[in-house]
């Protein structure tokens, strides 16, 4: 089992700033994926940014340029920093963790960008 624990997220202004981290514990297996997925009001959950970890990454169209995801392997965290912030980037953004087949979540960070 992995345990995923996510912290950061808020209420900011449109074009500013938020930085999201993950920190994973349990059954960590070296090689791995770690990322962040969103999910707006009504629509389904979608991939915002994956890196492994060989620290290759992978961004959705709508944040590069925007969005910078990093992981630390030694301390199994992942996070995301998250600059020019738009409201069509509110949500709730889980963390994922993926390895041999198995997919875990965190419970989820609310962000609301905001007037």
């Known amino acids: 089992q992995v345990q995923l624990v996510e912290s950061g997220g808020g209420l900011v202004q449109p074009g500013g700033s938020l930085r999201l981290s993950c920190a994973a514990s349990g059954s960590i297996f070296s090689h791995n994926v770690m990322g962040w997925y969103r999910q707006a009001a009504g629509k389904q959950r979608e991939l915002v940014a994956v890196?492994?970890?060989?620290?290759?990454?992978n961004y959705a169209d709508s944040v590069k340029g925007r969005f910078t995801i990093s992981r630390d392997n030694a301390k199994n965290t992942v996070s995301l920093q998250m600059n020019s912030l738009k409201p069509e980037d509110t949500g709730v953004y889980y963390c994922?963790?993926?390895?041999?087949?198995?997919?875990?979540w965190g419970q989820g960070t609310q962000v609301t960008v905001s007037s």
């Open positions: 994922h963790y993926f390895e041999n087949g198995k997919l875990y």
């Open positions: 890196i492994n970890s060989g620290f290759g990454t």
